[in-house]
Every structure is written in structure tokens, then in C-alpha cells.
């Protein structure tokens, strides 16, 4: 006749509520793991927000320093235009004057009329550097503004370059792991194993049957 030593199921169960830690320590140990791998997550998004945010800058200062150096060549292009274009306006008054002198039979290479010429060129000469220096000028403030703008994103890249998304969630991962390592020990002991549910939650059985003598 056989008896069912029901104290096996009653380990099995002192065992399962070992393993949950009375109700909630694993259960709290899984939930850390999860807010763990949650927070590392967020951090690697954030870092992947900020590495774009970066690069978007650097990408902007550097379109930058491209319109800025279309700018200086712009200015000097203007600067050379509106040279030709005194020369051409003094070009007309000295024909001007010269047929006007001519006109009135005067030598139009000597005396008073080849100084009111040279007046002429003079003027013209002094309009035509004027438009050069502001020209070089403005193209110079430019060129300050570009270089300025390509050390900008230079800066922004470097930056994004220096970020990790994947770091940033193994960083998150590394912090969180003593908390959970802690919880760990508190829950399963310094053996660091959970404790096993001896005998599947079945009964030992035990016989008062006397099975012969094998000899």
C-alpha cells in the first residue's frame, strides 16, 4: 500500500514562491530588466536626436560658407562691372569735351583742353579704384563670414562624430547593471542561480511493501 508524501508538493511550492520572492521579487527583478533595456533605448534615441541635430547643423553652416564665398565672388564680379562702366561714361565726356574743343578750333591735345582731358581721366581712374577697394572689401567680410561658418560646422561635425547611439545604450545598460545584479543576489543568494522546485510539485512516495530478498 502506498502513501503520498504530499511534503515534496510543499516544497515545490515554498520553492515557487522563493522564485517569485514572495510574490514579487522576481517579478520586480524582471520588471527592472525591462525598465533597464527601456532606459537604454531612450538613451540610444536621444543620442541618435542629438547625432542628427548636429549633423543638420554642420550641413547648414556649411551651405553657409558655400552662399558666402558665391557672395565675395559676386561682390568683386559687381565691383569689375561697375569699373567698366565708369570707364565707358568717362570715355563719352572726354569725346565730348574733345569735340567741343575741336568745334571751337581749339588744340585739343594742348594747353587748357589736354588738362581738362587729363581731369577726366583722373576722376575716372580714382571712381574705378573706389569701386575695386569696396568691392574687395565686401568680399573680404564675406570670406570672414564663410571661414567662420565652415569652423561652425567643422565643430557640429566633430561633435556628431564623437556621439554613439549604440555607446550611449551600452553606457545606460553598464549603469543599470549593479541595481540589478543587486537585486539578484538579494533574491536568488550568492550562488547566483535560481533555486530549483524539487520534485516537480509531485509527492515522494513511499511503500510499506517488502520486496523479497534477491538472494
Known amino acids: 500500500m502506498c502513501f503520498a508524501n504530499m511534503g515534496g508538493a510543499g516544497a515545490a511550492t ?3 514562491t522563493s522564485l517569485l520572492g514572495g510574490g514579487g521579487g522576481a517579478t520586480g527583478l524582471i520588471g527592472a530588466g525591462i525598465n533597464a533595456l527601456g532606459q537604454a533605448k531612450s538613451s540610444e534615441l536621444s543620442a ?7 549633423a543638420n547643423q554642420a ?23 561697375a569699373g567698366l562702366d565708369v570707364r565707358q561714361r568717362a570715355k563719352q565726356v572726354k569725346g565730348a569735351q574733345r569735340a567741343a574743343f575741336a568745334a571751337n578750333g581749339v588744340k585739343v591735345d ?7 582731358q587729363r581731369s577726366t581721366e583722373y576722376l575716372r581712374d ?15 567680410g564675406y570670406r570672414v563670414q564663410k571661414a567662420n561658418q565652415q569652423a561652425r560646422g567643422g565643430a557640429y561635425a566633430a561633435g556628431a562624430d564623437q556621439i554613439s547611439p549604440g555607446g550611449a545604450a551600452a553606457t545606460s545598460l ?9 537585486k539578484w543576489y538579494r533574491l536568488y543568494g550568492a550562488q547566483g542561480i ?7 510539485g509531485r509527492g515522494t512516495y513511499v511503500s510499506d511493501f ?3 530478498d534477491s538472494e
Open 14 to 16: 515554498s520553492g515557487s
Open 48 to 54: 541618435a536626436g542629438q547625432k542628427t541635430e548636429l
Open 59 to 81: 550641413y547648414v553652416a556649411n551651405m553657409n560658407a558655400a552662399l558666402s564665398e558665391l557672395q565675395a565672388q559676386d561682390a568683386l564680379r559687381q565691383g569689375t562691372l
Open 110 to 116: 594742348e594747353g587748357s583742353p589736354a588738362a581738362v
Open 126 to 140: 580714382v571712381d574705378v579704384a573706389t569701386l575695386a577697394n569696396n568691392a574687395a572689401r565686401a568680399a573680404f
Open 174 to 182: 553598464l549603469t543599470s547593471a549593479p541595481s540589478i545584479a543587486e
Open 194 to 200: 535560481p533555486p530549483a522546485a524539487s520534485g516537480g
Open 210 to 212: 517488502a520486496y523479497p
